[in-house]
Each structure stands twice: as C-alpha cells, then as structure tokens.
C-alpha cells in the first residue's frame, strides 16, 4: 500500500533519480570503494586550498610574495577562497556532481565548502547561475544545490545568466573573460552595502567569478567573496593556453 500511494506523487525525474540511486551504489570518488562518496585514504590525500603555499588573493598555488600573476590587476573580488585544489578525488566529485548528475553528494561537498565560507565577513550568499537552458538539461545547478545545503544565509537578491554563453572548456583565460562580459546581472532588492558571498563548485580562470562579482557591485555590493569547493591553479607558464576544465 505505501509504495502504491506514494508513487503517483513522485514526478518522473524524481523517480528515475530514485531508480539511479538503487543501480549505482555510492562509490569512492577517488578509488572506488563501496559505500562511500570519499574513503579516509583518498580524503587524506586531497591537497587544502588554504593555508600556505596559496595566493592570499585568489587561493591559487602560489609560494612567493603576497599575491601571484594570475590575478594581478583584479578588482572585482574581495578574494577567493577554496576549499581544495582541483586535482585528484576533489576534481572527480566536482565532475560526478555535475556531469553523472550525483546529487548525493552535495552534502558532503557543502559541509567543507561551510567551513572554510563561514570564516569569511560576508552577510549574504548567492550562488553562480546557470543558463536557463543548462539548468533545464542538466535538471538542476550545482553551485545552487552546495550553497542549499551549506546552509549560508542567502542574499536578498540572486543572480541570473541574461545570455548563454556556451561552455567554457577548452577556451583561454582571455576568451572565457570576453565570452562572458555583461552575461550576468542581479535581479530583487538592492545590496546596498552588503558583503556579498558567491558560490561555485570549481574556479578556473576566474573569468566567471569576476563577471558575477561586477553584477553583484553594479547592484550595490560593498563588496563580493568568491568561494568554490575546488580551485583549479592554471599553469603559470600556460596561461595564455587553452584550459581544459
Ligand atoms: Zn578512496
Ligand atoms: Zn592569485
């Protein structure tokens, strides 16, 4: 009786997410082992976003002096914050996550992303925005899903992706910069003065976090924190390449 009552209730794509669940168990994302998103050998081998040997502007592998090249000259950020380097079992869940769809484990993934976001000065959240077209291939935005269960007080306003500007793999820092100019703005009651929080499950180049953090100022942010499970530290002597991630 309760699986027959309940059934109808559920809509399509809930059922066959259930379905998914059953078929594939919960796997290592580092080695694979069973019955675990991140077994304590592979969590042992994640490589911290923070603490020494990163830029303390944007949480990039970096062993000089303050800041490092790749974001000389930024303005639009307060700094980023990660909480891993995106390598190893901390780029497979970032990849699971959002390309095999494996909702199951943004929990986990938000728990770490709250430790290091609550350190932070920011009195409200958003999180990056997806196209609407994405979002509704995808059936769901993965920087929206960590930042829910994170549990960070949200902003009163949110962002929105007012063009689509395809994906940013394979393209240079310099291209992902131009594609994305203007393809963002806030929508809902101004920031007047806030410090703003954004989330995103990995930054790359930073191309995305910036254009989101002009948006969130040009709607009255005092300022805007970039904070991504994964930072991706492009190759000092590449950075004019094509990124693949
Ligand atoms: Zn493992
Ligand atoms: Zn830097």
Request: one cysteine or more.
């Amino acid at each position: 009786m309760p699986a027959v009552a309940i059934l109808p209730a559920m809509r399509p794509r809930a059922l066959l997410e259930r379905a998914v669940d059953l078929l594939f168990p919960l796997r290592c994302a580092g080695c694979g082992a069973f019955d675990t998103a991140l077994c304590p050998a592979c969590e042992a081998r994640l490589q911290p976003a923070v603490g020494p040997g990163r830029c303390g502007n944007c949480s990039a592998a970096w062993d000089g002096a303050d800041f490092c090249p790749r974001c000389f000259g930024w303005r639009e950020l307060a700094g980023i914050r990660s909480v891993y380097e995106h390598v190893g079992a901390a780029r497979a869940l970032v990849h699971r996550l959002k390309y095999q769809r494996y909702r199951a484990l943004a929990p986990l993934m938000a728990e770490r992303l709250a430790r290091v976001a609550s350190d932070l000065p920011v009195d409200g959240w958003v999180a990056v925005p997806l196209h609407r077209s994405r979002e509704r291939d995808r059936g769901f935005n993965q920087a929206e899903l960590l930042l829910r269960h994170a549990g960070l007080p949200p902003a009163p306003a949110r962002l929105r992706r007012v063009r689509n500007t395809g994906t940013q793999v394979r393209r240079t820092a310099a291209a992902r910069a131009a594609a994305l100019a203007g393809a963002f703005a806030a929508e809902g009651p101004p920031l007047d003065g806030l410090v703003i929080g954004l989330i995103d499950d990995v930054i790359t180049s930073g191309a995305t976090a910036r254009e989101c953090a002009r948006a969130l100022l040009d709607h009255g942010a005092r300022a805007v924190w970039a904070v991504s499970f994964t930072r991706a530290s492009l190759d000092l002597a590449a950075l004019s390449a094509p990124i693949d991630d």
